[in-house]
């Protein structure tokens, strides 16, 4: 995966090189790169610390996913943000465990909404005499 993101990156920069001094590319490589390398080392670390997280439920392990994913991408773009922001927002994290299933869940709504379009005339009632709307 790491190859695949190194690849990427290359590809990207051949196309256009001044990529590479752009906040939105770094953050991105950052964000993603410190998924691929540091999920399983940080979900290792916490299930070796709270043995109990290995027997989640089906819900509570996508809670657990989502705030590692989380941890790991807030410490890998922790460097970045300092860099052109000049402080770490924490409160991030915890944020971010709101956000992101919301922003799915409004994602695929609106995924749903454009597939199958919902007419107006869907809505109008059958026994109105005048469909134009136009009174008179």
């Known amino acids: 995966p790491l190859n695949i993101l190194g690849g990427t990156g290359i590809i ?3 196309v256009d090189p001044k990529q590479l ?3 939105g590319f770094q953050f991105s490589f950052f964000a993603v790169g410190s998924i691929l390398y540091g999920y399983k080392k940080i979900d290792s670390l916490l299930c070796s610390v709270f043995p109990t997280l290995q027997t989640l439920g089906k819900c509570n392990k996508y809670i657990y996913q989502a705030f590692v ?4 991408t807030t410490l890998g773009t922790t460097p970045l943000t300092w860099y052109y922001f000049g402080y770490v927002p924490l ?5 971010n465990l709101i956000i992101v299933p919301a922003i799915g869940i409004f994602v695929s709504g609106s995924i749903i909404f454009l597939l199958f379009p919902i007419s107006s005339h869907s809505f109008s009632s059958k026994t109105e005499k005048n469909p134009s709307g136009l009174h008179g």
């Open 12 to 14: 990207i920069l051949m």
């Open 21 to 23: 001094l752009l906040p």
């Open 69 to 72: 994913v989380s941890v790991v």
């Open 91 to 95: 409160a991030g994290i915890l944020l």
